[in-house]
């Protein structure tokens, strides 16, 4: 009984794979390959872009405790900061100096002291 049933089931998966070559003739052209892409299939109201993903750095800013107009009494023992420019800074007016005290920069008065900016250093 078991031999009856496997030689059915070998015998009808060669008929099957025998009758599928056969769903074509030989001698008729193949069909044109598509050169669409699965966008173009897709309907019109279904289109999905894709996006470039933008990585915005942002920009850490720390308060400093040094406001404008305060006066910094020990302003004299920074050295001035001559080459402002590399570090981001504009040009002090006339009378004014930059100097760097801990992490901030501070824009004060050559002659009292008085702060006129502070900036806080990256």
């Known amino acids: 009984m078991k031999r009856i049933v496997l030689s059915a089931v070998a015998l009808s998966m060669l008929a099957a794979t025998s009758l599928q070559g056969q769903a074509a003739p030989l001698n008729a052209p193949s069909a044109p390959q598509s050169t669409y892409s699965q966008v173009d ?25 040094w406001r404008h ?21 504009h040009r002090p007016g006339r009378g004014q100096e930059w100097i760097r005290v801990g992490n901030d920069y501070l824009l004060v008065s050559v002659v009292s002291g008085i702060i006129f900016g502070a900036i806080a250093a990256h």
Do not use: A, M
């Open 69 to 89: 107009g305060q006066k910094y009494s020990s302003w004299k023992r920074h050295r001035p900061i001559r080459d402002y420019r590399h570090y981001g800074l």
């Open 41 to 65: 299939w897709q309907k019109p109201g279904k289109h999905v872009d894709v996006k470039k993903r933008v990585v915005v750095k942002k920009k850490v800013v720390r308060k400093s405790h």
